[in-house]
């Protein structure tokens, strides 16, 4: 099993950006999909998640400006980032909670960061 996260960038301040996350290999089902960060010197921070069932939630700190769909692919999550702020940069990460097919418990995986930076 592997996740894929993509879609990383340089935009101004106020633009938006798009990240992807695909996860692939022998799954039987996918469970809930997030998004963490992690700019130079600190610690990683949750952005927000996708349930299996479409909710979603988010940190306070983008909520009102990043959205997050898991689309009809139940193994793919998008996260739409718009009116960026420079404090937005950081490395991006997702995370899933996946059942693989040789397996019998959900595990986490995570992909690798995409990296994200907005200027002023």
């Known amino acids: 099993v592997q996740l894929q996260a993509s879609g990383g960038g340089s935009v101004q301040a106020g633009e938006s950006l798009r990240l992807s996350c695909t996860a692939s290999?022998?799954?039987?089902?996918?469970?809930?999909m997030e998004w963490f960060r992690q700019a130079p010197g600190n610690q990683r921070e949750w952005v927000g998640s996708a349930k299996r069932d479409g909710g979603t939630s988010y940190a306070d700190s983008v909520k009102d400006r990043f959205a997050i769909f898991r689309g009809r692919l139940e193994s793919a999550m998008i996260l739409e980032m718009n009116r960026l702020k420079p404090e937005d940069s950081a490395d991006y990460f997702c995370?899933?909670?996946?059942?693989?097919?040789?397996?019998?418990?959900?595990?986490?995986?995570w992909g690798q960061g995409t990296l994200v930076t907005v200027s002023s």
């Open positions: 995370k899933a909670r996946i059942l693989a097919q040789t397996d019998n418990v959900f595990r986490d995986y």
């Open positions: 290999g022998n799954i039987f089902e996918v469970n809930d």
